[in-house]
Structures are given as C-alpha cells and as structure tokens.
C-alpha cells in the first residue's frame, strides 16, 4: 500500500492499548491482502493443555470470501473503542465511519468507506466454529462455540447499504467478544507501532505474534521468543498457497519490515520441507503503559477527560501518575481551593519542576508545596482553556463536529440512537449548533445529574 493511501502514525511515540487475547492470538482474520473469492473456508487445529483444539470459518463467495487484510484493521480498531467506550455489556460499539477509519490507521475518504463497507458486512456473515479453542478467563477454562464477529450493525449514511464521510455506524460485537473483555481477559498492543507500520500483512503479522508471545493461561507472563513450524503457522496465518517457498515468500516483506523495526531481533529458519520451523527471536518489548485502566478511571473520576487521562499515563507510566495523583489528593485533602482540580491534577501529573513534594508519611502534618507561596498550578488553567478553545476554533466545521461527537458518545452512550446521532452531527458540521458550547453544556448537565434534560435539549436543538 501507497504511503498516500495509508494514514500513518508520524509521532514516534509509544500508544499502549489494550485488546482482547482470544481474538488476537487465534488469528480469526486471513494476514493476506488478497485473496481468491473462493477462499471461502479454512480450519486449523492446535494443541491446548494437552488436547486438541479446533477452529473453522466459513464466508461466502458473494462476500468476497473469508475475512482477511484491511479487515483485521477495522476488527481491532471497533474492539479498541469498544473499549475506549467503557466495554458496555449490550456490546454496542457507537461511532462514526471517521472515527473508525482513523483508529484503523486508514484515510477517509470513497475508497476506504467502500472497504469499511466490505469489512462490516463480512465480519458479520463469516461464521467462526471452535472447539476447545476460546479462553473463558473468569471459569478459567477452554470454551466451544459458534459466532460472528460482527452480531449486527446498523448505518446512518446518505447512501443505501453503504457507508459514506459522516455516517453513524452502531456495531454489535459477539457476545463471546463482550463477555471476554468485560473478563479483563486483554492484552497491551502497541497501537503507535501498529498504525506505523504501512502494509495490511505486516500488521497482521505484528498483531499475531505479539498475542503469541503471551502465555494465554497467565497473560502476564510472556517470551523472549515462539517457535512454530512453518506449514502450521502458515495455517495459523491462513495463507491460501501452503506450498514452503510460497509461504516464506508471503512472510518475506512482513518480516523484513519487522525485523527493520526492531520488533524482532532475528527470525531463524530451519530444516527441509515440510519440517521446516519458524523461530522468532523478540526485540526488546515495548513498556506497558495501559496496563492499569482502573488508573485512568481513578483520573476521569476526578474530572480529567478520558483521551487526557490515558495520555497522561501513556506518557508517564502507571507508577509516577499513581504517586502524583497521591500528591493532588493530599493537596486538596489540607482545604487547598483550585480554581480548576483537573487543571491542577494534570499539572502536577506533568511537573518535572519538582514544585510539589510527596506526602508526609501519616502522623505528620501534611506539606505538598515545596515552597512557603501558595499551590498554584504552574501554568494558568485559564489560560490554557483558552488556548485550547481557539485551537479548537480554528479547525472546519466538520472537524469540529467529529470531535464533540466523540465526546458526546462517551458522556450520552446509547441514550440517542444511530439515527439522532446522525442529525446531532449534521447539526454542528452546518453550524447549527456550536460544538463547543454544545459539549461544555451536556458535560455539566452529565456531572450534575441532569441527563435526561441534555439529551431533551439536545434533541430539541436539532
């Protein structure tokens, strides 16, 4: 793929995420780019705890056969707001072909909103068959079963049975999907090297193997490197041709791509034919910054936006936003008024000034400041609202209206529907409504109990 085609990650930095386990380590989604329309079935067949476990699906042709390339990237990106949403138990994933399309790493535009259209409807007609295959992490046990990735979706869009720029989706995920992250049975995933790297089969490739290199009984255990025979992992990638020099070809481009990442430290290939095995030698793992949600939580809590809260420990690491959050509470716990304590938390979080001192061990009298002047955040809340107001200000109308959608999704949920959402948005990206104040209003009302009046007015205004 094009670099003009593919929205990259130019950043550099490190988005630790969270994803669920089942789903990447067993590979539901083909790593190849392109497939015969006949490719309409695979099965593989594996070991689990000293028994055999097996795992099928079947697509029609009518589809474009089993699901494979840009799929996986609409599948994890739909899995990761799931999240992102709160993992509510209907398993309802609510939001815009936009915003799916940029969390997948793909641009918006016609040729990617026909692909999300493809995507969709095959990762709902696909049907995955598993026997002693699917980790029940809260019975601790290996499940069998049958289902789609996709339960149901619905579209908002200007066009019939097709998904256009600002269409509403709500997305139903498997039940087996919902109740295994609602288990917490997840793994990080790098989401910043992910979108970074540029081909669709690299980053299937990447996505299995780092579920591979996780112990699926104890997802806190993992290796320094997997080995797997070359036939059974081509199986594993459900890669059409299984002849060993077309497999390794296919793999070629994918590992070289990894290995020049330093993803991989070495990939060593040995023996003939068909016992010819496959040893991957990992690089140093990324850190885990996103393995304490309950963390990000504890900051939303105290009114820290949920995109900012996971930033901050994305960027600093669980253990120093753990122990700054410690300071910002004994701090308020002395009677210390902060015109804004979100504003404070974050500035405390980010302080590399040291002009806030750890608490006094108990039994002594609490100082947090370091010096005798008063707490004062070292930047002026205010003025930071302010530049934040004119930089949102200054995007179009219809950026404005994806982002305070976005927000407007975490605060409401499923109190609007597809279609309510869909006249929201249209509302703000033709200036209707401004965004701004919008979200500002449903925010205090969310905060003070006052729900049901937001979404009346909401409704009212559009």
């Given at each position: 793929m094009s670099p003009q085609r593919r929205q990259k990650n130019t950043t550099g930095s490190t988005m630790q995420r969270l994803t669920e386990a089942n789903v990447a380590r067993l590979g539901l989604i083909s790593i190849q780019e392109r497939i015969p329309s006949d490719f309409t079935r695979w099965e593989v067949e594996f070991e689990v705890d000293g028994r055999v476990g097996q795992l099928s699906c079947f697509s029609p042709s009518e589809y474009g056969g089993v699901p494979h390339g840009l799929d996986g990237d609409v599948a994890n990106a739909l899995i990761d707001i799931f999240i992102e949403q709160g993992s509510p138990d209907s398993g309802v994933v609510t939001t815009t072909a936009n915003q799916l399309l940029l969390r997948a790493g793909l641009h918006n535009n016609g040729h990617y909103h026909r692909i999300l259209t493809e995507s969709l409807r095959r990762l709902k007609q696909a049907t995955y068959t598993m026997s002693h295959a699917w980790r029940d992490h809260e019975q601790q046990r290996w499940t069998s079963g049958t289902f789609s990735y996709v339960l149901s979706y619905e579209v908002t869009s200007t066009e019939r049975d097709t998904v256009t720029a600002g269409a509403v989706l709500?997305?139903?995920?498997?039940?087996?999907?919902?109740?295994?992250?609602?288990?917490?049975?997840?793994?990080?995933?790098?989401?910043?090297?992910?979108?970074?790297?540029e081909r669709p089969l690299t980053r299937a490739l990447y996505r299995l193997l780092d579920a591979k290199r996780y112990d699926p009984q104890d997802l806190s255990r993992s290796l320094v490197s997997y080995q797997v025979n070359l036939l059974e992992w081509a199986s594993e990638c459900k890669i059409v041709d299984r002849r060993t020099d077309k497999i390794r070809r296919t793999l070629e481009g994918a590992h070289e791509e990894l290995r020049e990442r330093g993803y991989l430290q070495d990939i060593l290939i040995e023996g003939r034919g068909r016992k010819q095995t496959l040893t991957y030698v990992f690089g140093a793992p990324a850190q885990d910054l996103a393995q304490d949600p309950e963390l990000v939580a504890a900051l939303v809590t105290h009114r820290v936006a949920r995109p900012v809260a996971r930033k901050l420990v994305e960027m600093h690491g669980a253990a120093r936003v753990r122990g700054r959050l410690a300071r910002f509470q004994a701090l308020m716990a002395s009677g210390y008024k902060a015109r804004s304590p979100s504003a404070l938390l974050v500035d405390i979080i980010r302080d590399d000034e040291e002009k806030y001192l750890d608490p006094a061990p108990s039994g002594e009298a609490t100082q947090v400041i370091r010096t005798p002047r008063p707490a004062v955040p070292a930047s002026d809340p205010d003025e930071e609202e302010r530049e934040r107001q004119a930089a949102f200000q200054a995007l179009s109308l219809d950026q404005q209206a994806e982002q305070a959608l976005a927000t407007l999704q975490l605060l409401l949920k499923h109190r609007l529907d597809t279609m309510q959402y869909a006249q929201v948005r249209s509302a703000l990206a033709e200036g209707r409504m401004d965004a701004s104040t919008v979200v500002k209003v449903v925010t205090r009302a969310v905060f003070e109990g006052r729900t049901d009046e937001a979404v009346g007015q909401l409704l009212l205004l559009t």
């Open positions: 709500s997305v139903t995920l498997a039940r087996q999907i919902v109740k295994s992250i609602r288990a917490r049975y997840v793994k990080p995933l790098d989401y910043g090297f992910l979108t970074s790297l």
